[in-house]
């Protein structure tokens, strides 16, 4: 049961990367594609992480392998914030669709 439950954990973070890297390669403007990352690595880290953890030999390792997930979310907040600061000191306008 553990088996499976890991199994799956690890597959559907692997989806989540898929999908988040997919959103880079498509969204039109730097601040979309900041969104696709930001939400869909995340949720993708700790899913594998959590498949990880139930993979573990002991609590102590488990606790480790899930204390890098707020830590990772930390990080993306503070990066997303300095690209889109940064993009928007550039004076890099979000992207609109034109009317017919």
Known sequence: MIEA????????????????TLGLLRFPDIYSRLHALAKADNLGLGCI??????????LASALKLLLIWP?????SAGVGY?????AESLGIRPWKKEAP
């Open 71 to 75: 830590l990772a979310l930390a990080a």
């Open 82 to 86: 300095a690209i889109a600061h940064r």
């Open 49 to 58: 992480l959590l498949g990880l953890s139930f993979q573990a030999d002991t």
């Open 5 to 20: 439950l890991s199994t799956l954990m690890l597959c559907l973070g692997a989806f989540f990367y898929f999908a988040g």
